[in-house]
């Protein structure tokens, strides 16, 4: 071996110990004890024969899907309005727009509580007008606004910075030719930020699949997987159900992920 | 005429999402001050709830911030070196590796968590210590890191650089400590911001890796969400926001003239 090359594995050595000692050979084990449960290797279909987990699977897709849809929907309004159009006061919007990037699942869990729970506004104001409180964030329609909360800041983030790239001359030919702004929204911004899309809504779909955080805080009955497993794992004590189950999860989160990768030509990784 | 119309309908959309998103943080800092929140700010404003946390949860504020440190020293000391090898040679394994390493952000907190209980569980003196939080989360941030130094590391001249340093007789080490260092802190401390962030916040692991003794801050929130009332748990959440509050604004800051950065780039 050259010595430079020497150098460079040895360099990447310490990550890589680390890595395969507490990544890949943790999630070897975690496959292997996935099948060594009463059902043996038959674990990993029972997400699909298993009435109850294939519930869960439908609910936790359907969430996901359902604020994918909308999280690209609204950050794509507000993003590109906010890339396009420069007037006072838009820096601070932007900055309140993403002020809740880093905020955990759980302090998600705990907005939408102030929002739509026992004591929460939504309740407060329907209680003023209509004499009837609305709470609702014990859910899946709290889950669900909890997962619109948090996958809104860094979207709009994807679609500005794309945004920004779009040719603004495109678009002016394309009003200059007689298109109504509806047009151009469809035929030329949404087909441009078309990779941002792909990419920025395949992360809100592997996230939203795979937290526990803000379900926890909300309500441990909400029945989306990452809550199944916890409590297969805690109270039926049925590791190697939560093994396989949770081996599952990882890999369609992956699988996403990678397939969008594919779809919209750039990395893509999961956050939260 | 009609522009006009667009351009207000798209702001007040936009302000409705800035209020969905602001002030259910704005109710839970009241409520965190506020003596009787149910009654409303006339029940008057007090510190006795953020004094109650401190009081009841102080630990887990010392060990989220330890645990946060630790973490970007090891993510500096590992993750550094790896990028400037992923940076030296782009071919398909050194891409593959950039892949596994993002394994652990794509694959959710709960498996992983899972994974290591599984297999380092038995180790009592491991289990029970705050390392063992201290490696989910140098799993999870580590990518950040490498990508963050990576993607400075691949934007300039690397390679001129070195070998004019080089020429001038520079060994390895000090063409590492003098020209790649200094070349690549903006990646450094924007990854650094990312990797304390994103440590100080971690629950998906956390929750699932924390024994009685090692509550770090988040699991701490999520205990008090569930069992006190709903002012001592909006007051933890102020003493949370105040914590991270300097990290966000830092990250803004930096994420202003290339947003991307922070989200998983892709890198030429």
Known sequence: MRPETRRLVLLLLPAGVFFAAFFLLPMAQLFFIGGSGKTGWAAYAAILTDLNYFNSLVSTLGVAAATTIVTLVISGISGVFLQRHRFPGNAALVAMLTFPLAFPGVVIGFMVIMLAGRQGLIGQVSQAITGDKVVFAYSMAGLFMGYVYFSVPR?????????????PKLEEAARSLGASPWRVALDVIIPGLKPAFISAGAICFATAVGAFGTAFTLATRINVL????????????????????????????????????TAAGSTVAAAG | MKNKWLFALQLGFTLLVCAFLIVPVILSILAGLTVNYLVGLESGLTLRWVIEVWNGYRDTIFLSI????????????????????????????????????????????????????????????????????????????????????????SAIDLKTLEEGAASLGAGFWPRFRDIVL???????????????????????????????????????????????????????????????????????????????????????
């Not at chain 1, 805690?234 to 397939?259: D, Y």
């Open chain 1, 155 to 167: 979207t709009i983030l994807t679609v500005m910075a794309a945004a920004e790239k779009l040719d």
């Open chain 1, 226 to 261: 990452p809550m199944v497993i916890y409590t297969e794992f805690t109270l039926s004590a049925n590791i190697a159900m939560a093994a396989a189950l949770s081996f599952v999860l990882g890999a369609v989160t992956w699988a996403v992920l990678a397939i969008a990768r």
């Open chain 2, 182 to 268: 200094p070349n690549c802190r903006t990646g450094i401390l924007a990854g650094s911001l990312m990797v304390v962030t994103l440590s100080m916040g971690e629950f998906n692991m956390t929750w699932l890796l924390h024994t009685p003794f090692t509550k770090t801050l988040p699991v701490g929130l999520a205990d008090a969400y569930a069992s006190l009332r709903l002012e001592i748990g909006s007051a933890y959440t102020l003493v949370f926001f105040l914590m991270i509050m300097p990290l966000l604004l830092a990250l803004q800051a930096f994420a202003k003239p290339r947003p991307k950065k922070f989200v998983a780039e892709e890198t030429e």
């Open chain 2, 66 to 153: 330890g645990i946060s440190l630790a973490c970007l020293a090891v993510t500096l000391v590992i993750g550094i070196p790896a990028a400037y090898v992923l940076a030296k040679r782009q071919n398909a394994f050194t891409r593959a590796i950039e892949e596994l390493l993002v394994m652990p952000v794509a694959v959710p907190g709960l498996a992983t968590a899972l994974a290591l209980i599984v297999t380092y569980g038995g180790l009592p003196g491991f289990r029970t210590s705050w390392l063992f939080i201290l490696v989910g989360h140098v799993l999870f941030t580590l990518p950040f890191m490498v990508r963050s130094v990576l993607a400075v590391l």
